[in-house]
């Protein structure tokens, strides 16, 4: 059943079975060697010391080339008999470890392989998903899915399995050597497998549940990190500084005392294996002195098989070692598919190539829902090719999500999206996603240099279009008096800049894609009213020949757009134009009244 598990991921790999199939080959031969030279060896000391002749159990000479053997090695002088018994130990053990170098390898490289192929194939899963799994995750948990879990994977995967697969080719050797000298015994020896694998899986059970809280931990430690190194302004600022390391060291200790509970339970292992072995080896031994008493076979091959069933031991252990550790490491299998056998819940099934905007966007009695909390409820909008229209309400109204169905981000529960008449779905996700600019609330850069930053999702493009795009959006304002100029690294989150200049380069990344649509959600809301005035001036320039969509807070942004509409818990109460509405005397005029006031106004509603 645990091996089915590890099984299962081919699914999404392809083992480099080549590699494999000569690791399995090497494990032999390696295994193989060391058998032989401890059948040899044993019978030629026995020659050299007591110069009785080589005589092998009838089991092993059978063979005619090897009775052949026997005897010219039976007239041999005991210094060349010793020059030729060491000589074979130098080959064995030459083949023995070139075999375990091609063992490891081939080993290396498959289990290598594998987890290269896993980790990519989880983060492309990852890249794949709507965003409704990213609301659902936390950032540190995906991070450790492909950190932690994967990483335990490569422990089984590079060593474990490895070493149970070269144990049982060595405990094959080991067995067919003492099958060979004397069954009963042997038989008897067999008898102790099960006593000492059946308790240890039923103890690996034990620490494959525990390993699972572990790694609940791992990914509760890692999410609490990423948010305390991304929030450490606010953790300053209110002096939480004290209650996030208590947070911290409540999960860590939680940690500690699982990774203790593995700890004692694994520490069995050993010891366990070492009592039981030692104790069958202990009674085989007397066994085999009784045969050797009662003349059933010489004292020589007594400590053939004694030498043979000691060889046992560490294999034996390492097999019991490895079955405890893959049974561990086993828990992190179902966190890992539990991502890759997430599906989208966004559909990707069009197979029309979306060109823009050339009539309309229509909303028709669209409903959303995250969970049981519906977030739209029967919205309806229309928006003319070339309009320019905003979309105001307080916060948590659904302005953000409405514009996330435009991209696609979700799937609607009920009603229909069309765009020129034909139904979003019909459109494939990466053509209707080229054709739209999105410019957020707060402006998202990437560790790297401006121009990367401003190319980021840019597939065709001059350099004529580039410098258009900069000098549009205001960017080479300020980038060209800086010493790097468009190479300068903006850091983490684009920390090295201000949040206007931030906000400028996702407007010049948003311009040079040059997409039909515009999205521009809340984007003046931490502007200082120098950056704003600069953004605005760009947005004059942008926003030409474009249908252009204001998600917006503050109602002087939207005042001058051609349609407005207001969205109040999910419903469009009022539209039309800034004049209309104040005309009205409705909502959107007692909103504007106490904005104009310094008031707020978007949160009363």
Known sequence: MMFREYLKLRRWVEPPYRYLFWGLVATIVAAATGGVSLTALVPLMNGIFTR???????????????????????????????????????????????????QNYCFKYFSYRILTDLRLAIYQTIQRLSLEFFSRKRSGEIAMRIIYDVGVLENVLSREFPMLFFSVCQIAV?????????????????????????PIINLGKKLRKLSRNQQVNYANLGNIIQESVYGQQIIKAYNREQEIVEKFSRENESLFRFTMSIARRSGLVNPFSELLTTFAGAFIIYLGVR??????????????????????ISPAKAVVNAVAQIFQASAALPRVYGI??????????????FSGIREAIILDDVHLSYGATEILKGVSLHIRAGQHIGIVGPVGSGKSSLVGLLLRFYQPQSGRILFDGRDVREFSLTSIREQVGLVTQEPILFSDTIRNNITFGAKHFSAADFERAVHISHVADFVEKLPGSYETVVGERGTTLSGGQKQLICLARALLRNPSILIFDEITASLDSQSEQMLYQALEEMMKDRTVIFVAHRLATVRNLDRIFVLINGVVKESGSHDQLIAKEGLYARMWALQQHGQPGLEDG
Request: no cysteine; aromatic share 14%.
């Open 340 to 353: 890759l056998e997430e599906t989208p819940s966004v559909a990707d099934s069009g197979n029309t190539v």
């Open 52 to 102: 009785n002749p080589i005589v092998l159990p009838a089991g092993f000479s059978r063979p005619a080339f090897l009775q052949t053997l026997v005897n010219s090695l039976n007239a041999m002088d005991p210094i060349t008999l010793v020059r030729w018994a060491m000589l074979f130990l130098i080959v064995t053990v030459i083949i023995k470890g070139i075999a375990m170098y091609y």
């Open 174 to 198: 080991y067995f067919l050597i003492l099958f060979r000298i004397n069954v009963q015994l042997t038989i008897l020896s067999m008898f102790v497998f099960p006593f000492l694998i059946l």
């Open 291 to 312: 045969a050797v008493l009662a003349q059933q076979f010489s004292s020589g091959f007594l400590v053939l098989f004694i030498g043979a069933l000691v060889s046992l």
